[in-house]
Each structure stands twice: as C-alpha cells, then as structure tokens.
C-alpha cells in the first residue's frame, strides 16, 4: 500500500508538472496552428529567471519566503516579455505561410534562444534549493513527501480551472473559440484576430515559463532543459490531441502515470514507454485522443 501511495503522488506531481507546460503548447496550436518548438526555451527561461531572481533577493538578505514572489514575478517577466517579442517581432509575418515552415522557424528560434542562454547563464549547473525545502514535508501513509510538490499540483488544478472557466463562460472566450473554428470568417466579423493571437502566444508563453519557474527549485538548472521538456510536451499533446485542453489534461495524466510505473517497476524501458504509449494511441487514434472534426474546405 505504501509503494502505491507513492507512485500515485509521484505520477500527479509529474502529471501536473507536464500538464503546466504542454497546455500552453496546445493552446497555441488550437489558437494559431503553429507547433512551436520554442516552447522548451521558454519554460527554460522560466527556470534561469526564477534561479536568478532568487539567488538576487536571497543575496541581498531579504526574507527566504520572497523568493516564491520571484518564481512567479520571473515567469510573468518570461511570459510578458518574450512571448510578445517573438510574436510580433517574428510570427505575425508567417501566418499564411505553410504549417511546416512555422515549424521550422520555431525551432531555428530555439537553438537561437538555446545558445543565448549559454552566454548569459553559462554551462555550469544553477542551484537553487531555498523554495523546494521552506515549505518542509507532510506525511501521508507514513511516507513523508515534500509540500512544495502539493504546490505543483494545485498550480496546474488552478490553471485547469482558470482556462476552462475563460474559454466557456467569458465572452473573450467564445471569441477565441469563433477565432479557432474560421479565422477568416471571424476577422469579417469584426473579431480582432491579431490581438487574439499575440494575446494567445503571450498566454502561453507564460505557462511555458510558470512550468520553467516552479521547476527550477527541483533541479539543477543547465542548458539544454528546453530540448527534453519540448519532446514530453509533445507526447502528450499528441496523444490527447493537438489543439484540445481536455486532451492535454489527459495525456499528462497517462504520460505521468506510465513514466512513474516504469521509474519504480521497470526502470530501464523508462524513456521509451512514453514513446511506446504514444505510438499505440496514435495507431488506434491518429489524431489523438480528444482530436475533434476537421473542417473541410470547398
């Protein structure tokens, strides 16, 4: 009962971890269709942020408990800064090009923004273990577990919530849905695509980043975490669905549970039972799990 208790909590944790990160992917899939594959430096800028901003307020003696203030001031800074760059500075020229050139662009992105971090923040592994340990640990069936991963797992609850809750009770979210469903038409009716689009990036920019900010105290943070994290996101948008946050609230679930099995049974076929997991759904559901009806053009 014990070991299983403990694969449980550990799968939310890594289920909630992933959900933070891949949600802001599909929401900008679902949104712009544009895969971004630069989603992984922004959840690796999130990290470096947080670690710098707290290393900064740590220095200067201010009181421990703050740096959960920086965590999440870095993330906003991440979010509200790069993602409107990169989105007007470069992807509102290419929205009528090809879905793979997009592509393609974001990821000459990434390995831009992957080598600006190594002039900034350099090689060597960043620390910052203040945050993971304040909150000490609670014991649950005599197993004692770490508050700050309760943390985690209400963050992505909340996240779950507040999108739902935009995208189906606010007027700004049946305008995104109209947007979604015919751009074109939505734009003759006088819906602000645009806007709609840089505010979509920004917002996902910013989860992508809040996923880097509440990793950082669990890690070291090293260039080179972006490339990892964008392949699980990817999993897991694919096997819910490319553009669904129903899907991406379940393909972590089942990424996290599959990933935390094979960690305690079966510790050597770790990586590749995600993938196996994947490419089952994929043969039985092509476009994932939660993938809704193309519209087909005449």
């Not at 971004?36 to 307020?57: K, P, R, T």
């Not at 923040?121 to 649950?140: C, H, K, M, R, T």
């Not at 996902?204 to 669990?218: C, D, F, N, S, W």
């Not at 996290?256 to 590749?272: M, Q």
């Amino acid at each position: 009962m014990n070991q299983l208790l403990v694969v449980v909590f550990d799968a939310l944790t890594y289920s909630a971890w992933l959900f933070i990160i891949a949600v802001g992917l599909t929401l900008i899939y679902g949104v712009m269709k544009i895969l971004n594959i630069a989603h992984g430096s922004l959840y690796a800028l999130g990290a470096f942020s947080a670690v710098s901003l707290s290393s900064w307020w740590l220095a200067h003696g201010y009181p421990p408990m703050g740096t959960y203030a920086m965590l999440a001031l870095a993330a906003l800074l991440v979010g509200l800064i790069a993602g409107p760059l990169i989105e007007r500075g470069l992807l509102q020229f290419l929205y009528e090009k090809d879905e793979v050139v997009l592509v393609l662009v974001t990821y000459a992105l990434f390995l831009i923004l992957e080598d600006l971090m190594k002039l900034v923040w350099g090689v060597d592994p960043l620390l910052l273990y203040e945050p993971y340990q304040l909150l000490g640990s609670i014991e649950i069936g005599g197993i004692g577990y770490q508050s700050f991963d309760l943390v985690l797992i209400a963050v992505a609850v909340l996240v779950g919530i507040g999108l739902a809750w935009v995208l189906n009770r606010t007027r700004s979210g049946k305008l995104l849905k109209a947007v979604i469903h015919d751009r074109e038409m939505s734009a003759a009716l006088g819906i602000n695509v645009k806007f709609t689009y840089f505010l979509t990036f920004t917002v996902g920019a910013i989860l992508a980043a809040v996923g880097g900010a509440l990793t950082a105290p669990k890690i070291s943070v090293v260039t080179g975490i972006g490339a990892e994290v964008i392949v699980l996101a990817f999993a897991v948008v694919v096997i819910g669905g490319l553009g669904s946050m129903g899907g991406a609230a379940l393909g972590a679930i089942i990424v996290g549970l599959v990933r935390t099995i094979a960690v305690h049974y079966l510790p050597e076929v770790e990586v590749f039972s995600i993938y196996f997991v994947m490419a089952v759904v994929l043969i039985v559901r092509p476009k994932g799990l939660f993938s809704g009806a193309e519209v087909r053009r005449i």
